[in-house]
């Protein structure tokens, strides 16, 4: 039995990702990581957002996130069923680091208009370009 790692930030295209990963989990008898990364910007908190209470908890916030959209892609009892991996770091690296040893990593596609629809968002792209495992990007 492998692993199948997902990325989820909460977006309509990672819940996209995540049920594709999970049915395609049913179908191996692989289990299901979902990995939610996030990282402090280049500058200063303070500066970039002011009013931010001191005891803000950007860990907490992101394990928040992905607990929602867990339940939201999956229902209460098919979230149990999906491991959960918070991290700190740059999310298409952190997604790489997450895939190491993995039999899949899944990731959704940004969605966007006009001309760029053709596009992959920076990180399935850098993804699908490093990855030490297959990748498949889940359009909409």
């Excluded at 909460?10 to 819940?15: H, L, R, V």
């Excluded at 680091?97 to 792209?125: D, F, H, I, P, Q």
Aim: include cysteine; charged fraction near 20%; hydrophobic fraction near 45%.
């Amino acid at each position: 039995m492998g692993r199948i790692v997902v990325g989820v930030d909460g977006s309509d295209q990672s819940i996209k990702a995540l049920r594709w990963a999970v049915r395609q989990a049913e179908l191996t008898g692989d289990t299901v990581e979902a990995v939610n990364s996030w990282e402090y910007p280049a500058t200063s908190w303070a500066s970039m957002m002011p009013g931010l209470p001191e005891d803000f908890d950007p860990q907490a916030v992101a394990t928040v996130a992905l607990n929602e959209a867990l339940e939201e892609a999956l229902g209460a009892d098919g979230a149990q069923r999906v491991e959960r991996v918070v991290v700190i770091g740059n999310p298409a690296q952190s997604l790489l680091e997450r895939a190491r040893g993995a039999e899949l990593l899944v990731v959704g596609a940004r969605g966007y208009s006009g001309l760029k629809a053709t596009l992959l968002g920076s990180v399935s792209l850098h993804v699908t370009q490093h990855a030490s495992c297959p990748v498949t990007v889940v359009r909409g």
